[in-house]
Nanobody
């Protein structure tokens, strides 16, 4: 069993930055990722980091702007979001236990979600 506790998020202006953190209790070998969802749309992967080799995957829309990193000692995954755009506005979820190369549905553990709002 894995419990995920998210922090960060909030309100930012376009061009600004925010940092999301996800602390995991439980196994440290899981792949983890940050996902986002807006009303009426499916949850999508924003950035993920594989548990076996640390490889990363980013949504095309955030490449070059967002960076995911992992602190194994603290069992924490951080998403640094720079050059934010209004279209980044969504509820962001931390997920663990799935494959970052497959559907978000493969992830079995989720945080409660945190709102990110980017104003223009």
């Amino acid at each position: 069993q894995v419990q995920l506790t998210e922090s960060g998020g909030g309100l930012a202006q376009a061009g600004g930055s925010l940092k999301l953190s996800c602390a995991a209790s439980g196994p440290t070998s899981y792949s983890m990722g940050w996902f986002r969802q807006t009303p009426g749309k499916e949850r999508e992967l924003v950035a993920g980091i594989a548990g076996n080799d640390g490889s990363t995957r980013y949504a095309n829309s955030v490449k070059g702007r967002f960076t995911i990193s992992r602190d194994h000692a603290k069992n924490t995954v951080v998403l640094q979001m720079n050059s934010l755009k209004p279209e980044d506005t969504a509820v962001y979820y931390c997920g663990a236990g799935g494959s970052i190369w497959s559907s978000p549905a493969t992830f079995g553990f989720w945080g409660q979600g945190t709102q990110v709002t980017v104003s223009s």
